[in-house]
C-alpha cells in the first residue's frame, strides 16, 4: 500500500464511524429537532471523510473529478434539506422541547 | 481492499438504522429526515462500491441519485405542506395520514 492508500483508509473508516454514530442519533434522540441536528450534522462530517477519502484511491484525474462533483453536490443538497424540513415542520406547528425535564415528542 | 468492505458493511448497517427510524418515525418528517439519510448513504455506498470493482461508470449514476434525491425530498416536504396554525391539528393531521397509508 502507497502512502495516499493509508490515508484514505484513514479516512473512510472514520467517515463510516461518524455516519454510524449518526444514525444512532437519528434513532433514539428524543425530539425531532434533535434528530435533525444528529441526522445533519453527521452527514456533513461523514459524507467530506468518505468521498475525500475516496478521492486518495483514484486512478486517473477523471475519477477524482467526478468524485468532487458528487462531494460538492451532497454539500450543498444536505443543508438545504435539513433546513427546508425543519422549516416545514416549525410551519406545521411543531415546536422544539425545551427545559431540563424535556419529555418524548 | 479491506477498508472499503468494512466502509461498505458500516453505510449498510447506517442504512437499517435509517430504515427503522422511517418505519418507527412519529410525524411524518421522521420519515422524510430518514429517508433523506437513505438516500445519501446510497450515494456514498454506490461510490464505495464502484472503487470495490468498476471501472468509475458508478459514479454518474452516484451524481443522478444525489439529484433525485434532493429533488424527492424537496416534493414531498411540498406535498405535505401544511400552515394550519398549532400542533394538535398538525398532529391529527398526521396520525390520520399515517392511517391512510397513501404512499
Not at chain 1, 56 to 62: D, E, K, P, V
Given at each position: 500500500?502507497?502512502?495516499?492508500?493509508?490515508?484514505?483508509?484513514?479516512?473512510i473508516?472514520?467517515?463510516?464511524?461518524?455516519?454510524?454514530?449518526?444514525?444512532?442519533g437519528?434513532l433514539?434522540?428524543?425530539?425531532?429537532?434533535?434528530r435533525?441536528?444528529?441526522?445533519?450534522?453527521?452527514?456533513?462530517?461523514?459524507?467530506?471523510?468518505?468521498?475525500?477519502?475516496?478521492?486518495?484511491?483514484?486512478s486517473?484525474?477523471?475519477?477524482?473529478?467526478?468524485?468532487?462533483?458528487?462531494?460538492?453536490?451532497?454539500?450543498?443538497?444536505?443543508?438545504?434539506?435539513?433546513?427546508?424540513?425543519?422549516r416545514?415542520?416549525?410551519?406545521?406547528?411543531?415546536?422544539?422541547?425545551?427545559?431540563?425535564?424535556?419529555?418524548?415528542? | 481492499?479491506?477498508?472499503?468492505?468494512?466502509?461498505?458493511?458500516?453505510?449498510?448497517?447506517?442504512?437499517g438504522?435509517?430504515?427503522v427510524r422511517?418505519?418507527?418515525?412519529?410525524?411524518?418528517?421522521?420519515?422524510?429526515l430518514?429517508?433523506?439519510?437513505?438516500?445519501?448513504?446510497t450515494?456514498?455506498?454506490?461510490?464505495?462500491?464502484?472503487?470495490?470493482?468498476?471501472n468509475?461508470?458508478f459514479?454518474?449514476?452516484?451524481?443522478?441519485?444525489?439529484?433525485?434525491?434532493?429533488?424527492?425530498?424537496?416534493?414531498?416536504?411540498?406535498?405535505?405542506?401544511?400552515?394550519?396554525?398549532d400542533?394538535?391539528?398538525?398532529?391529527?393531521?398526521?396520525?390520520?395520514?399515517?392511517q391512510?397509508?397513501?404512499?
Amino acid at each position: 500500500m502507497t502512502v495516499l492508500e493509508i490515508i484514505g483508509s484513514v479516512c473512510i473508516i472514520a467517515g463510516s464511524l461518524f455516519g454510524v454514530v449518526g444514525a444512532m442519533g437519528l434513532l433514539r434522540f428524543p425530539d425531532f429537532y434533535t434528530r435533525i441536528h444528529a441526522a445533519g450534522v453527521a452527514d456533513s462530517i461523514c459524507v467530506i471523510l468518505i468521498i475525500g477519502g475516496l478521492m486518495m484511491f483514484a486512478s486517473s484525474w477523471l475519477i477524482a473529478v467526478k468524485l468532487l462533483m458528487v462531494l460538492f453536490f451532497l454539500l450543498f443538497t444536505t443543508p438545504t434539506a435539513s433546513y427546508a424540513l425543519a422549516r416545514a415542520a416549525l410551519r406545521a406547528g411543531f415546536h422544539p422541547v425545551t427545559g431540563k425535564s424535556g419529555g418524548k415528542s | 481492499m479491506i477498508s472499503l468492505g468494512i466502509t461498505a458493511v458500516a453505510i449498510l448497517v447506517v442504512i437499517g438504522l435509517a430504515l427503522v427510524r422511517a418505519f418507527l418515525g412519529p410525524t411524518i418528517y421522521d420519515r422524510v429526515l430518514a429517508v433523506n439519510m437513505v438516500g445519501t448513504k446510497t450515494v456514498l455506498l454506490i461510490c464505495v462500491i464502484d472503487f470495490l470493482g468498476g471501472n468509475g461508470d458508478f459514479l454518474d449514476v452516484a451524481l443522478v441519485y444525489a439529484l433525485i434525491n434532493f429533488i424527492g425530498v424537496i416534493a414531498m416536504l411540498k406535498f405535505y405542506h401544511d400552515d394550519s396554525g398549532d400542533a394538535e391539528s398538525a398532529q391529527a393531521q398526521n396520525s390520520t395520514l399515517q392511517q391512510e397509508e397513501i404512499l
